[in-house]
């Protein structure tokens, strides 16, 4: 009020002093200095007034600043207390019921279905674990359903399979492994699948030959395959020692009886094998040894015989003749086993060069014609033309032919036949010795190629070897041997020789 008063006061001094005539210098200082500075003092006072006001309204605010921090702090703390008291109680509520939920699902895993989950609510945690029981539950009815007997039943067989100690693999007809045993991938290294889808990519050559062989025996419609022995025995190397391994097969058959895989067994037979080679270097040795003694008991009854040492009486003479015969059949003996052992030690080289089938044929049945003549047999040589020529070596496959034609005109009655028969196959040559003598029951057929196995009930003649060393010749030469046998009917060996190459 008082720098409104001050104010009118100037300004009515001013109009005061604009009217008045001659105004000038002196005049305004005397009259409106006085009033310009009561003026001016108001202002400043005003002025004072707002500064004081404006401080004083600073204090308040910077008080109403820091209660309001101070509030904010506390009130952020709190919250944030809250919020983690809040997260823990979630936290342990939402994990009680997954706790559950894991604990069914390993029990569920380690195979027991009847296991569920115990948790209740109406949230997403509660309808997660009624879903999860109405798997487990539906699992249980698989399980004992056919599918899931089937499936047990596929891991009962791969279990099975697993516990034998031997190779298994089961192959497809397309040639796909369908399971493999631990042994298999252990000592193999077959893995379903395979690098680039070939089973067998990882497998050594002469195992992988093998195993295609006895595959495709089976694939083939030929039936099993039965191993004769163990020298079809395959090596595989191995550390410290390399293995030996003998295939077997058997066809898996489908729904509509087709075959549809093969299982291949691939036995280990290392130490059985070296029992064998064992037997054979002692039964090798002793009849290496038992020679020089047996050729000075011929000399001396030969001796006899020519009564070198004295007369001999008509009897004693029988007995030399009878005892003669006896170490004649020895020495045979004899030397049957130490060629045999030759062949089995690789020791008798196989000198193989193109010969004439006809001519091997024709010299076996002219070199027992008077045999047969003697026996009351008919004796006969068929050549079915043209034949190539063979890959063999002459002298060994005219031993085999020859015993052949023996083993025949030994087992045929007087008025019987035998025939000697060479045909071509694709290929290779056929030979075969048929005969019409009393024939082989099929359950001696598979075991008379073996060493010293003789039919039960048959002529005691010879030890047992003469099949034997025949089937070494012959797979010596990469050919086959076998025969066709009925009781009452006759028998039919063969053996087959691979052509000579075109020169």
Known sequence: MALRGAWVAY?????????????????????MEPVFLRRARGAERVLQINQDAMAQRDAVSQVAVRSTRQLLSGVAVGALVLGLLGSAWFTRRLWRPLESLILAAHRIGEGDLDMRAAVVGDDEVSALAVEFNRMAENLSVYRKSAAGQMLQAQRASQAAIDSIPYPVLVLSAQRGLLAVNEAGRSLLAVEMGGAGGDPLARVGDEVRRAVETVRDHVLGGRGPYVPRGFEEAVRMPATPQDRWLLPRAKAVFGDDGGVVGVTVVLQDVTRLRRFDELKNDLVATVAHEFRTPLTSLHMAIHLCLEERAGPVTEKQLDLLHAARQDCERLQGITDDILDLARLQAGKTGTERQPEDPRLIAREAVDAHRGLAHEAGIELACEIA??????????????????????????????????????????????????????????????????RFYRVPGGQRSGAGLGLAIAREVVQRHGGAIGVESTVGSGSTFWFMLPEAAAR
């Open 385 to 450: 033309e043209p034949l190539p020529d063979v890959a063999c070596d002459r002298e060994a496959i005219q031993r085999v032919l020859t015993n052949l034609v023996t083993n025949a005109l030994r087992h045929t009655a007087r008025g019987g036949s035998v025939r000697v028969v060479a045909r071509p196959q694709p290929g290779a040559v056929r030979f075969e010795v048929a005969d019409s003598g009393e024939g082989i029951a099929p359950e001696h057929q598979e075991r008379i190629f073996e």
């Open 11 to 31: 300004q009515a001094a001013g109009e005061r002093f604009l009217d008045a005539p001659g105004a000038g210098g002196p005049e305004y200082f005397a009259r």
